[in-house]
């Protein structure tokens, strides 16, 4: 510094200082001076992706309109049911405070045990007619697999089933020839508590007719199960059999709605109530039959374990008693209440969904288990229903054991036994009333073809006479046979169709030959075809009184429809009945 003022130097320095921090400034001014926020750029196609689970809350509300129980489903393979994990004997009643363990699923039909029981715990005493105490543990066990092996095992001492579920518990309780592996463990059957009474139906898409019309088509339903039984029956009732229907399965019947609402390439779904009713209500769907009208198809019962019945009769009596007077008392509102309380607690539903299930179950009484277990000429009694199961499993290979004849599972000495009492003595059947008589035009203008079973008399040119004889040579020698031997199991198989379908409309057609065409009146064939539709009738009525006379109707259609329209001519064919299932009344 000279004489006190700065050098030239000092000037140049302080210059480049004051140029190197504008620049700076420059060249930091966001943070010197910031600027003011902007919006994020906006991503292409209205947003970018958003995590669900980033968000608050629920952008939407949960679907509240599926017409399904459930919505997932998977598919199984078809099988057989397994092998029993083991058998073993039952648990004395002493080693478990004198209680009777009694397995069950949840299902309307149980309902008289649950009121006799008053709820699911081993509470209340009951006693033998010798006055011995003891109680009742109803134990819920939905897998029938699962009940099956609890059962074999002895970790209960009664098992729950439909009876054409029982043929298929035995394929693990036998050996081929049909042979008891165990016979401690073979079922004692003494009760049939109820038919199911619209619990079980089929749903179809809007193109499907009647059954006929599943040919080439998907079907889901649980295999090895009620709903299994109730498709196969109904295919081949309706003259398809179940090999031109393409079967796909899952675990359960709720499953099985699920499937059928997600997937519409699948035509038909067997389920349950309520998943029946809201898929018949969605668009593009209907009902095709429910156990409403065939009402003497799936039958709940229960059965003992052969030893446990050996040692414990008194106590199966007991039981049997306490479930037809609950029957009783299930009339009056207020038990129907105090019933629906007591399955909601055990069922873990709603008391509401209790007591609408109900209505899906008839309960049978004694007069109705008397005919079910002794009235030879019932068309839906238990021996038909054994056989009628045992036939169509087999037919699939579900069961490949020789059949186990039904009076070795059957025992209605208990049903005998209270028949001598005039309590049950007393008792009517109550299940199907008698439908009011409408015309057939009536009939075909308000109901709505379920299926047609076409079954082939060969009547005698002329004759209308199902029975007719006519004099063949045999043996040299000459005697009277009828036209038609197979005539009685025509009526069999008509009667069988006739009393499951218990509350359905019931149409003959009889039909004749071509070979008088353009030779006799029309009307003349019309009335022999008439003629053989009432005669077909009149013999069904005859042998089996228990059907309502009022569901059959009669058409004559003479020639115009040959059985076979490639082979028109086949006189012997054509001279024949058909029997349509007709809805009691056609779907709103």
């Known amino acids: 510094m000279a004489a006190g003022q700065p050098k030239p130097a000092f000037y140049v320095a302080l210059a480049a200082v004051v140029l190197g921090l504008i620049a700076f400034a420059v060249y930091r001014k966001d943070v010197v001076a910031p600027r003011p926020g902007q919006p994020q750029e906006e991503a292409k196609d209205g947003g970018g992706p958003i995590e669900p689970k980033g968000l608050e809350q629920a952008a939407e509300s949960t679907d509240a309109t599926s017409p399904t129980t459930v919505k997932e489903y998977k598919f199984v393979p078809a099988e057989k049911l397994p092998p029993v994990k083991g058998t073993g004997k039952y648990k004395p009643l002493e080693q478990n405070n004198n209680t009777v363990r009694f397995a069950l699923n949840i299902w309307a039909g149980w309902a008289p045990i649950v009121l006799a029981n008053d709820g699911f715990k081993a509470g209340k005493e009951w006693k033998t007619a010798d006055g011995k105490p003891f109680k009742l543990d109803l134990v819920l066990i939905d897998n029938p697999v699962a009940m099956r092996d609890a059962y074999a095992s002895g970790e209960v001492h009664i098992g729950w089933g439909t009876l054409d579920m029982v043929p298929l518990f035995l394929e693990g309780f036998v050996d081929s020839q049909g042979k008891p592996k165990d016979s401690t463990i073979m079922p004692r059957i003494y009760q049939q508590v109820d038919f199911s009474n619209g619990g079980d139906g089929i749903v179809v898409r809007e193109n499907i ?13 649980a295999q090895n199960s009620p709903s299994q039984y109730f498709a196969l029956n109904t295919l081949v009732s309706g003259g398809v059999q179940p090999s031109e229907v ?40 209907r009902m095709l039959v429910t156990t409403k009208e065939a009402n003497h198809l799936v039958a709940d019962i229960w059965f003992a374990r052969a030893d446990f019945a050996r040692d414990h009769e008194p106590i199966l009596e007991a039981i049997t008693r306490g479930i037809f007077d609950a029957m009783e008392q299930l009339k009056s509102d207020d038990a129907r209440q105090k019933v629906s309380g007591l399955m909601a607690a055990g069922y873990s539903i709603p008391a509401k969904d209790a007591l609408g299930m109900l209505g899906d179950a008839h309960s049978t ?63 009517k059947s109550e299940y199907g009333t008698m439908a009011p008589a409408k015309d057939l035009q009536t009939v075909k203008g308000e109901s709505e073809e379920i299926l047609t079973n076409t079954v082939v008399l ?22 009277e046979e009828l036209y038609d031997p197979n005539v009685n199991n025509v009526l069999e198989e008509i009667a069988q169709l006739a009393g499951q379908f218990g509350a359905a409309r019931i149409v003959i057609e009889g039909h004749t030959d071509g070979s008088m065409r353009g030779q006799v009146p029309a009307q003349l064939v019309k009335d022999l075809s008439l003629n053989r539709a009432n005669a077909i009738k009149e013999a069904l009525l005859q042998k089996y009184p228990s059907l309502d006379p009022n569901r059959f109707n009669a058409d004559g259609v003479g020639w115009d429809r040959p059985a076979d329209p490639a082979d028109p001519d086949n006189h012997s064919k054509n001279r024949r009945v058909e029997v349509k299932v007709l809805t009691a009344e056609r779907a709103a």
């Not at 007719?209 to 339903?221: E, F, S």
Request: aromatic share 16%; hydrophobic share 40%.
């Open 365 to 427: 009484n004694w007069a109705e288990n008397f005919q079910f277990f002794l009235n030879q000429n019932n068309p839906t009694n238990f021996e038909r229903v054994w056989q009628r199961a045992y036939y169509l499993y087999r037919r699939i290979g579900s069961i490949q054991h020789q059949p186990v004849p039904f009076d070795q599972v059957m025992d209605f000495s208990i049903i005998q036994k209270l028949g001598k009492e005039e309590k049950y003595a007393s008792q």
């Open 209 to 221: 007719k009647t059954v006929a019309d599943l040919r080439g088509k998907k079907m889901v339903m």
């Open 246 to 285: 393409q079967m796909i399965y899952t675990d359960d019947a709720f499953q099985a709605a699920a499937a059928f609402n997600s997937q519409k390439d699948i035509a038909a779904c067997v389920s349950w109530a309520p998943d029946i009713y809201n898929l018949s209500s969605v668009k593009g769907n």
């Open 458 to 479: 060969h009547f005698f040119p002329n004759s209308w006479d199902p029975f007719k004889k006519v004099e063949r040579t045999v043996d040299g020698k000459a005697r």
